[in-house]
């Protein structure tokens, strides 16, 4: 699923710089979208939409240490939980102050099902670098 990113026109002047592919992690393709990542001055603006998801469900998000889905590691970034919507969808942007894009660049980005954001895991994706 490709994020339309028009609709963040106020963000015209900016250029997302990371992006992250989005899918289940049981390989079933059930849930995808993405996430994309501005490096702002002040930290961190994330803009992302996902299908697929738990209906109306409140769901951890995170960044991980590590830089594979299979082996994600530890949290390096808790970041706001994602609420999907009666269909399974989920359209949100957020901005985290004082956060380095290099901390997350090439890192996990995984959705838990989990109100503790522990297992299971349900979608995964790797922030990477736009050209």
């Known amino acids: 699923m490709f994020v339309n ?3 963040y026109a106020f963000m015209e002047q900016e250029r997302a710089v990371l992006y992250a592919d989005m899918n289940s992690t049981d ?3 059930g849930i995808n979208g993405g ?3 501005f490096n702002l001055p002040e930290g961190l ?3 992302l939409e996902l299908s697929g998801l738990p ?3 409140v769901l951890p998000f995170h960044v991980h240490e590590g830089t594979f889905c299979k082996k994600a590691g530890e949290k390096a970034l808790i970041l706001p939980d994602v609420s999907s919507d009666s269909r399974g969808n989920a359209s949100m ?5 004082n956060a380095p894009l290099w ?3 090439g890192k996990v980005i995984m959705l838990h099902e989990s109100a503790d954001g522990k297992e299971p895991e349900i979608a995964c994706g790797v922030l990477t670098r736009i050209l």
């Open 35 to 37: 996430v994309f990542v």
């Open 27 to 29: 390989g079933s393709g």
């Open 45 to 47: 603006y994330f803009a």
């Open 93 to 97: 942007q957020f901005f985290i102050d």
């Open 55 to 57: 209906e109306n469900s």
């Open 5 to 7: 990113m028009t609709k």
């Open 103 to 105: 901390e997350i660049s």
